[in-house]
């Protein structure tokens, strides 16, 4: 088709704000699918999409859409995740577009990822149309949030659209502005391809499948085909679009977005970002990629039968091919056995992997608790970075330890500044500003929580966001706040690993890096929880918390106590001694060459505690 009938934009918006329902109203207005196979969230096809309600894979889809002028538009959507940790997947999509429709709740406004995906559009010179959603609402206010956009963003009045993507109100109208607001593609059709990957999948008989955006050349179905970076060559299988259900077609033209299945035997040949061109004409400079993904959390995946440990193995290698974010190495643990050590984006993309893991290749799994990753200036001037606190080497041979730290916007009602200030804090976190986003409603002063919002911006420490700061945050803005974070840096920090003793003999998976001032509540309240949870021996078992060889908290498991005089009837009190001392001298040996087992059950209960 010709280049200037095709719009490629692309759907951005905080979470739960309606991308994927205003994406089933676009195909439905453009007939793209059947009515009868036409189901909600139609471009999440993962059953784990679907259940959670949240995309998680961007996903491409080509609409045929007739104008008000009689001719016809291919619209190119890339449907994109909403949550932070697949922020990676909205940066990728933005680059392979022109143009970006901002959709914003009618009832909820601007929250946290809202402004963080429109600066990412920016940033990339997008043509951004504003979209009110959900006005059918009760508690809708369109006016007050088209305000509100109009104001943090600079949009004009008559740039903002009403839609109500459940019951399709005012998607004609968009279609329309889709065609006349965002531009066409630019791009030499003639001369070499140069094809930008901007995900990709491994298919069992095609080999890795790359989701492309043409922008020079055209991309036949068949021929040779190269990655820029790496050089590496192999024969095109077949190329098509997604319509929304794979379509082949006789080969991709500038400015289009379709799939190329490239035959290579590994997503690492092909990586996102990279450019495809012929081999036999080839491009001598690649496009403009992405930055390499880099794990921020990090957590030991363990088979609970250790005899599963080739079919995680197995399970990790089959998942790596459609997930690129996904990284491991093996590890042993004394106290789980063989596993693997995984980064992961964050806390929601661990959690789909482990469920992942679980449902689709039929693995159970022990997971330890999450952890940053830590990078350690060493005395003699090297520079190491470690994901396990196992790994951080002798206290003198450090010069330094650094932590990860984060810009977080969390925006909230005025009503809850105080609790939210209270909560960062807590955590460490240093104030950088507060913005109101708008001070009245429309027609006058409001009130009610949707009034006056606060935009808040902190610095704070990656592992003090870690586990439950999220939950924390909701709890104590009775679920209005919302949060979004960017990762700033590494900085020094008074940094300690705690290590954990059950019966002098260090358990390697409990022990944690954390701040010198949470040390002591941290090891108390891990001490305090596994003297309930490990049985009792026939021997005095000590737990300890200790900071290098300094212990800071400690709680003994009582012994069991056999009652040895119980088949003595009278007779000399020293036969009673004798026994006694020989069972206190057998209680010492017992104690010298026994183990304590720590339960699984005891294990999980530790991992899952409150840090």
């Known amino acids: 088709m010709n280049a200037s009938r095709i719009r490629n934009f692309c759907i951005i918006a905080h979470i739960d704000h309606g991308k994927s329902t205003l994406a089933d109203r676009l195909l439905q207005a453009t007939e793209t699918v059947d009515p009868r196979l036409m189901v909600d969230q139609h471009l999440d096809s993962m059953d784990l999409e679907r259940e959670r309600g949240i995309t998680i894979k961007a996903q491409a889809v080509r609409l045929g859409h007739t104008g008000a002028d009689g001719q016809t538009y291919q619209l190119n959507l890339i449907d994109t995740p909403g949550h932070v940790d ?106 070499p391809l140069k094809a930008l990957i901007f995900d990709s999948m491994y298919d069992p008989y095609k080999g890795v499948v790359a989701y492309v955006r043409v922008f020079e050349g055209s991309a036949p179905a068949r021929g040779k085909v190269r990655v820029v970076s790496s050089g590496t060559e192999s024969e095109l299988l077949e190329a098509g679009f997604f319509g929304p259900s794979p379509t082949v077609v006789t080969g991709l033209s500038v400015g289009e977005v379709g799939y190329l299945a490239t035959g290579l035997k590994s997503v690492g040949e092909a990586p996102v ?79 789909i992997v482990q469920e992942r893991l679980e449902r689709e290749y039929e693995v159970d799994l022990l997971a330890t608790s999450p952890s940053v990753a830590y990078r350690v200036v060493l ?28 810009e977080l916007s969390i925006i909230t009602p005025s009503a809850y500044i105080g609790a939210t200030m209270e909560l960062v804090q807590a955590r460490r976190g240093e104030f950088r500003k507060m913005e109101y986003l708008q001070h009245n409603s429309v027609n006058g002063a409001g009130d009610g929580p949707a009034q006056n919002r606060v935009l808040l911006e902190y610095d704070v420490p990656l592992s003090e966001v870690l586990l439950d700061f999220h939950d924390q945050l909701k709890a104590r803005t009775q679920g209005y706040a919302s949060m979004d974070y960017s990762v ?11 290590d954990i003793l059950v019966n002098g003999e260090p358990v390697d998976a409990l ?71 020989k ?29």
């Open 273 to 351: 970002g990279d450019t495809l061109t012929m081999a036999t004409d080839p491009a001598t400079e690649a496009l403009k990629g992405y930055e390499p993904l880099k794990p921020m959390v990090f957590a030991g995946l363990y088979p609970a039968d250790g005899e599963d440990y080739l079919e995680l193995r197995e399970a990790l290698q089959k998942l790596q091919l459609n997930d690129a974010a996904l990284n491991y190495v093996p590890e042993t643990s004394m106290a789980l056995g063989n596993g693997f050590r995984c980064g992961f984006l964050g806390l929601l993309h661990m959690d």
């Open 511 to 581: 022990s944690v890096i954390l701040h010198r001032e949470n040390s002591y509540r941290q090891g108390k309240a891990l001490v305090e929880q596994l003297k309930e949870l490990i049985p009792r021996q026939s021997f005095e078992v000590p737990i300890q918390a200790a900071i290098g060889g300094r212990i800071i908290s400690r709680e003994t498991i009582r012994a069991y106590r056999k009652d040895v005089l119980a088949k003595l009837y009278g007779g000399d009190v020293t036969r009673k001694q004798k026994l006694l001392k």
């Open 86 to 191: 697949f922020s990676y997947e909205v940066s990728r999509s933005l680059t392979a577009c022109e143009g970006a429709l901002l959709v914003v709740d009618a009832a909820q406004g601007i929250q946290a990822q809202t402004l963080a995906n429109v600066y990412l559009a920016m940033e990339h010179d997008l043509e951004i149309i504003p979209v009110i959603n959900k006005i059918d609402l009760e508690l809708a206010e369109p006016d007050r949030v088209s305000t509100e956009v109009q104001q943090a963003f600079g949009f004009a009045p008559e740039d903002v659209l009403f839609v109500s993507a459940k019951s399709g109100l005012g998607i004609d109208t968009l279609l329309e502005a889709i065609v006349n607001r965002i531009p066409p593609p630019t791009g030499a059709a003639e001369g």
């Open 379 to 406: 005395a003699d001037g090297g520079e190491i970075e470690i994901d396990s606190p196992a790994l951080l080497p002798a206290p003198q041979r450090i010069a330094e330890l650094q932590e990860p730290w984060l």
């Open 583 to 611: 069972q206190a001298k057998g209680k010492k040996r017992m104690k010298r060459v026994g183990t304590v087992e720590i339960p699984q059950e005891a294990f999980l209960s530790v991992l899952k505690m409150e840090r």
């Open 488 to 498: 700033s840096g590494y900085r020094p920090g008074d940094l300690v690993r705690l």
